[in-house]
């Protein structure tokens, strides 16, 4: 079965990207045995066959069974319930590990990203905007950490709205610690989403790639205050990338917190002046 096998090469520690590159090139996953022998006489890279014979140690069902006694449940890329415009990214997860209410995976969703220090500015517009936005019913998206992320999460339950989180790293981990209650609740209350399997744990490059599946699963991404060197601005311009409606705050030309959102203005991304500049694209 093509998602037991999915689930084993991941933990095997087969990237995204790497499962892409393969799928592509030898239209399948049966690497252990269909592709197994031309695996290895044309990759004589050592990390790949240790990963290879990783891979013929590891049982699905003892790992799906140790997934469910943890909680989580599992979206792969073929189901009915896998966000429709997630699967549009070249590099889209092969599967999700999810804990909370995956129904919130098929709804309209609004990413909600900023810089982790940031002004009364951002916490104003926030309580301005996301009760509306709650109220046409936006799933707000955003990744749990500490700043603006964590303001867009809590207002949204405040607003008795929807909520996605997603990590950069596997659930059995948490990083910052500031997030931990509200990831906590989230998971009983909304829904917590990796492509990482539980045991990953952070690494700095891991972030970045979380941040295109925070863009991915949205039709637009607000921007609300970033410097100019700002993770944030990586979600931005995957937004882009991704071909995806982007909507910066301007802000006051003497505020460090503001230079990452007009410069991006001044690049051609939508100034954001109104709560309607984003629902129009909603409609």
Same mark, same amino acid.
């Given at each position: 079965m093509e998602q037991d096998m999915i689930l084993k090469l991941i933990y095997a520690g087969f990237s995204t990207a790497q499962l892409h590159r393969f799928k592509e090139r030898f239209g399948c996953f049966n690497y252990i045995s269909l592709k197994y022998e031309a695996l290895l006489k044309e990759y004589q890279d050592p990390a790949l066959r240790k990963k290879l014979k990783k891979l013929q140690t590891l049982d699905s069902s003892a790992l799906k069974a140790a997934l469910h006694d943890k909680g989580m449940t599992l979206v792969y890329y073929n189901e009915a319930n896998y966000p429709a415009l997630l699967r549009e990214l070249y590099d889209y997860p092969w599967v999700l590990f999810c804990r909370g209410n995956t129904d919130y995976l098929t709804g309209r969703c609004l990413a909600v990203v900023g810089g982790r220090e940031r002004?009364?500015? *951002?916490?104003? #517009? &926030?309580?301005?905007?996301?009760?509306?936005?709650?109220?046409?019913?936006?799933v707000i998206v955003s990744?749990?950490?500490?700043?603006?992320?964590?303001?867009?999460?809590?207002?949204?339950?405040?607003?008795?709205?929807? *909520?996605?989180? #997603? &990590?950069?790293f596997g659930h059995d981990h948490h990083y910052p610690e500031e997030t931990a209650l509200l990831r906590k609740y989230m998971e009983r209350q909304h829904l917590v989403i990796s492509e990482y399997p539980p045991h990953v744990s952070p690494r700095a490059w891991q972030f970045p790639e979380r941040n295109r599946i925070i863009s991915g699963l949205c039709q637009g991404t607000l921007i609300t205050e970033a410097k100019r060197r700002s993770g944030s601005l990586i979600t931005c311009d995957q937004a882009l990338d991704q071909n995806r409606n982007v909507y910066c705050l301007p802000g006051p030309i003497t505020s460090v917190y503001s230079e990452g959102c007009n410069l991006r203005i001044s690049e051609g991304a939508k100034a954001c002046l109104s709560v309607a500049d984003i629902l129009e694209d909603y409609q």
């Amino acid at each position: 079965m093509e998602q037991d096998m999915i689930l084993k090469l991941i933990y095997a520690g087969f990237s995204t990207a790497q499962l892409h590159r393969f799928k592509e090139r030898f239209g399948c996953f049966n690497y252990i045995s269909l592709k197994y022998e031309a695996l290895l006489k044309e990759y004589q890279d050592p990390a790949l066959r240790k990963k290879l014979k990783k891979l013929q140690t590891l049982d699905s069902s003892a790992l799906k069974a140790a997934l469910h006694d943890k909680g989580m449940t599992l979206v792969y890329y073929n189901e009915a319930n896998y966000p429709a415009l997630l699967r549009e990214l070249y590099d889209y997860p092969w599967v999700l590990f999810c804990r909370g209410n995956t129904d919130y995976l098929t709804g309209r969703c609004l990413a909600v990203v900023g810089g982790r220090e940031r002004t009364e500015y *951002t916490t104003t #517009v &926030l309580t301005q905007f996301i009760p509306e936005l709650t109220r046409h019913q936006l799933v707000i998206v955003s990744g749990l950490a500490k700043g603006t992320d964590s303001d867009a999460h809590i207002m949204t339950m405040r607003s008795n709205g929807r *909520t996605i989180g #997603v &990590l950069g790293f596997g659930h059995d981990h948490h990083y910052p610690e500031e997030t931990a209650l509200l990831r906590k609740y989230m998971e009983r209350q909304h829904l917590v989403i990796s492509e990482y399997p539980p045991h990953v744990s952070p690494r700095a490059w891991q972030f970045p790639e979380r941040n295109r599946i925070i863009s991915g699963l949205c039709q637009g991404t607000l921007i609300t205050e970033a410097k100019r060197r700002s993770g944030s601005l990586i979600t931005c311009d995957q937004a882009l990338d991704q071909n995806r409606n982007v909507y910066c705050l301007p802000g006051p030309i003497t505020s460090v917190y503001s230079e990452g959102c007009n410069l991006r203005i001044s690049e051609g991304a939508k100034a954001c002046l109104s709560v309607a500049d984003i629902l129009e694209d909603y409609q």
